[in-house]
């Protein structure tokens, strides 16, 4: 059974930085590409960010692009997003999500995603 356990969220002050961890388990990291999420109160989950199985294609929401980064360490099944310049637009539930198949194109959308982590609250506070 795959898991994905998010880490690292928290308070934050505008203009400051977090980096968010996702630790995976059940099956082999590195061979399946993985994604970012957000949702915000009253909003509809939304992606973030998209890494593939060898982390050198890196895709971006234009709401974040420039200001988050993400990527992966293989070796140890864990999958970063570093954010730098939150605003608190950023504030947020973040989730760490990942599709059925492996060689497959990181989840773009809510519905292709096939699991999912628990999720870890970001506050942007002005």
């Known amino acids: 059974q795959v898991q994905l356990v998010e880490s690292g969220g928290g308070l934050v002050q505008a203009g400051g930085s977090l980096r968010l961890s996702c630790a995976a388990s059940g099956r082999t990291f590195s061979t399946y590409s993985m994604a970012w999420f957000r949702q915000a109160p009253g909003k509809e989950r939304e992606f973030v960010a998209g890494?593939?199985?060898?982390?050198?294609?890196?895709y971006y929401a234009d709401s974040v692009k420039g200001r988050f980064t993400i990527s992966r360490d293989n070796a140890k099944s864990t999958l970063y997003l570093q954010m730098n310049s939150l605003k608190p637009e950023d504030t947020a539930v973040y989730y760490c999500?990942?599709?059925?198949?492996?060689?497959?194109?990181?989840?773009?959308?809510?519905?292709?995603?096939?699991?999912w982590g628990q999720g870890t609250q970001v506050t942007v506070s002005s």
């Open positions: 999500a990942t599709g059925l198949g492996a060689y497959e194109r990181y989840p773009r959308s809510p519905v292709e995603v096939y699991y």
């Open positions: 890494i593939y199985w060898l982390g050198a294609n890196l």
